[in-house]
């Protein structure tokens, strides 16, 4: 099992950047997938990135791709998002996930954390 606490949310201005953290304790988090996924209040949670436990491959959704840069810091149990060029149609709350599976659903994903939010203004 893998614990994982988020931070690094706020509220900002479109065009704007911010960087996301997920801590995570446990023995299993150097063998976890690890995973960004949002959502708003009355829609599914979204999957955002992923990156892999060993090689360190990331994969991200498209409306991602090249504004959020996913990646993992073994040394301190760490994965970030960085977001940059933030659009108001990013805010939600943003959420990590643990799992085994290198996949974008979010069943696939074993452990969560609690959120955290970001708002995007215009």
């Known amino acids: 099992q893998v614990q994982l606490v988020e931070s690094g949310g706020g509220l900002v201005q479109a065009g704007d950047s911010l960087r996301l953290s997920c801590a995570a304790s446990?023995?299993?988090?150097?063998?976890?997938?690890m995973g960004w996924f949002r959502q708003t209040p009355g829609k599914e949670r979204e999957f955002v990135a992923r990156i892999s436990a060993s090689s360190g491959s990331t994969y991200y959704a498209d409306s991602m791709k090249g504004r959020f840069t996913i990646s993992r810091d073994s040394a301190k149990n760490t994965v970030y998002l960085q977001m940059n060029s933030l659009k108001p149609e990013d805010t939600a709350l943003y959420y990590c996930a643990a799992g085994v599976k290198y996949t974008s659903r979010p069943t696939d994903y074993i452990d969560w954390g609690q959120g955290t939010q970001v708002t995007v203004s215009s």
């Open positions: 446990g023995r299993t988090f150097s063998r976890s997938v």
